[in-house]
């Protein structure tokens, strides 16, 4: 029991560490995609389209993340690697929307970001996210 109960530790906290690698990689790349730094932005500045974007980038994260760990079974290393594969995608994926939503429509969906006001934009890229995350997951299952 105990044995079964280190085991599990372990993949918690390895799990865990990818975790918080692909939360702090889809940070960046919310940062790189907004004007201005986005712990400004957020922290200081309050800009509610920052921090909607980051935040379904987040949750996106954490969806692919859970299914791909629930569906690893009992193969430890292969639920690894099969998380953070499934991970980056992810994350490239929602990356790749945004610049798509950026390419189709007028404006800079970057610059939006950064306004102080809401921007329903903010909205359609968020939502997207959370969209390509339940679709890798529901491909994960």
């Keep these: 029991m105990l044995q079964e109960m280190l085991a599990g530790l ?3 906290v390895a799990y865990g560490v990818i975790g918080v690698a692909m939360m702090a990689l889809g940070y960046v790349l919310v ?3 907004t004007p201005g730094k ?5 922290w200081v500045q309050r800009n509610p389209n920052a921090a909607l974007l980051l935040v379904s980038g987040l949750i996106g994260v954490g969806i692919i993340l859970t299914t791909a760990i629930v569906g690893s079974a ?4 292969a639920g690894l690697i099969g998380t953070l594969a499934f991970g980056l995608l992810g994350l490239i994926l929602m990356s790749l929307s945004f610049l798509l ?10 610059d939006e970001l950064s306004s102080p006001n809401m921007h329903p934009a903010t ?3 968020a ?11 529901a491909a994960i299952w």
């Design 10 to 12: 372990l993949a918690a």
């Design 31 to 33: 940062d790189l995609a």
């Design 38 to 42: 986005l712990r400004d932005l957020i």
């Design 74 to 77: 009992d193969d430890l290393i």
């Design 127 to 137: 939502t997207s996210h959370v969209v390509i995350a339940v679709l890798i997951a």
């Design 101 to 110: 939503i950026d390419a189709v429509t007028p404006g800079r969906l970057g």
């Design 123 to 125: 909205w359609v890229s």
